[in-house]
């Protein structure tokens, strides 16, 4: 049951995105086309899980032993770095038409906050491996949720007849902080 309240707190109740206001970036870039927003998604969500749970190995088993936590920021882009290269080059190869579609933001995973944040989180409160990779699932797939869900509403909003004063990136600001209320319900589930 813990667990699974973990994976949807990370998830819901603790976005990233609407509650910890982390990789609003990629939220904002990418989030015009439904396809482009879920490939970010997916593409954030694999970096975003398997760099926590490398930056969670890192640190139990060789910074903390050597003493050098004060390497932990710099060892953890290290290890972003690698996984969005990796993951970059996977996207190419398989699926060009994706790579075409994300563009610049691909590489910009690098540079996501939400991606450095869910791992610094995940060895300052020094969960175990288990609640790292339920945390780290859930927070990603939340990012994943909530950009897939804006693409959305913004393909709506460019149909609409919104005022001209509020076109573009102010109404989705408005959309977004209006998303994020929708979301807060979710901090009342016990």
Same mark, same amino acid.
């Given at each position: 049951?813990?667990?699974?309240?973990?994976?949807?707190?990370?998830?819901?109740?603790?976005?990233?995105?609407?509650?910890?206001?982390?990789?609003?970036?990629?939220?904002?870039?990418?989030?015009? !086309?439904?396809?482009?927003?879920?490939?970010?998604?997916?593409?954030?969500?694999?970096?975003?899980?398997?760099?926590?749970?490398?930056?969670?190995?890192?640190?139990?088993?060789?910074?903390?032993?050597?003493?050098?936590?004060?390497?932990?920021?710099?060892?953890?882009?290290?290890?972003?770095?690698?996984?969005?290269?990796?993951?970059?080059?996977?996207?190419?190869?398989?699926?060009?038409?994706?790579? @075409?579609?994300?563009?610049?933001?691909?590489?910009?995973?690098?540079?996501?906050?939400?991606?450095?944040?869910?791992?610094?989180?995940?060895? @300052? @409160?020094?969960?175990?491996?288990?609640?790292?990779?339920?945390?780290?699932?859930?927070?990603?797939?939340?990012?994943?949720?909530?950009?897939?869900?804006?693409?959305?509403?913004?393909? @709506?909003?460019?149909?609409?007849?919104?005022?001209?004063?509020?076109?573009? !990136?102010?109404?989705?600001?408005?959309?977004?902080?209006?998303?994020?209320?929708?979301?807060?319900?979710?901090?009342?589930?016990?």
């Amino acid at each position: 049951m813990d667990s699974w309240l973990v994976f949807l707190g990370a998830a819901f109740v603790n976005n990233v995105v609407l509650a910890k206001f982390l990789g609003l970036c990629p939220f904002m870039g990418v989030s015009k !086309n439904i396809a482009s927003a879920l490939g970010m998604g997916l593409a954030t969500t694999f970096v975003i899980t398997v760099a926590a749970i490398a930056s969670w190995v890192i640190e139990r088993y060789v910074l903390v032993p050597l003493g050098i936590e004060v390497l932990r920021t710099i060892a953890f882009i290290v290890v972003i770095a690698s996984v969005v290269q990796f993951t970059e080059l996977y996207v190419q190869k398989n699926s060009p038409s994706m790579y @075409q579609a994300l563009g610049v933001f691909l590489p910009l995973i690098t540079t996501n906050c939400a991606v450095l944040g869910v791992s610094l989180l995940v060895v @300052q @409160q020094k969960m175990s491996l288990l609640t790292s990779i339920l945390f780290s699932l859930g927070s990603s797939l939340g990012f994943t949720l909530v950009i897939v869900l804006f693409a959305g509403i913004r393909s @709506q909003l460019s149909l609409s007849k919104v005022p001209e004063s509020i076109q573009g !990136n102010p109404i989705a600001f408005i959309t977004a902080g209006v998303l994020s209320m929708a979301f807060m319900g979710f901090s009342g589930m016990a």
